[in-house]
């Protein structure tokens, strides 16, 4: 996929739990090196989810910033059993689509470049990030594809859930 916009999100290592940023970019590079000036915390990982259209990496955003458990501040969120699900359950409607009463309870929330992500299916995948990230790497090329129960894995390597 030749992607130019990407929704983020990035882990940062917490004190009980990891802390997530979920933000839009068109340049992971410079995105990593504002975060790591004003996060207090280690970057440990970045996910990307790629798109070549900025309206749908919009859409996408928003809806993961109204649809998620609220966040921690602003867009940084705890990154807890119930934050993990509650990602995996929306992207994987995202994916799959919505079905009409779906989208007609959500329509008072979600609206222009959101709504629009709610009409149709995507193909949206998860992609995880090779550290160090050079200024001049590709972000698609020097990621690697991978599932929800891996990002799960990679994120909350250390935390036990019941």
Known sequence: MNSSCFVYLIVC???LFPYIK???TVNLYNRLANIKTGCPH???HAFVIGSKYEEEVIGLEGVLHKLLPKSHKGEWYVGNSEFFHALEAILHKVNSGFSYDEIADLQDVVTGPEFEILLHHHDFE???VRFPLK???CV???SAEIGYNELLRVCLADICFS
Do not use: A, F, L, V
Request: aromatic letters at 6%; a positive charge.
């Open 42 to 44: 280690h970057i440990s």
């Open 13 to 15: 290592d917490g004190d």
């Open 126 to 128: 998860y992609r995880k």
């Open 22 to 24: 979920i933000g839009k």
């Open 135 to 137: 200024k001049s790497d």
């Open 140 to 142: 698609m090329r020097e």
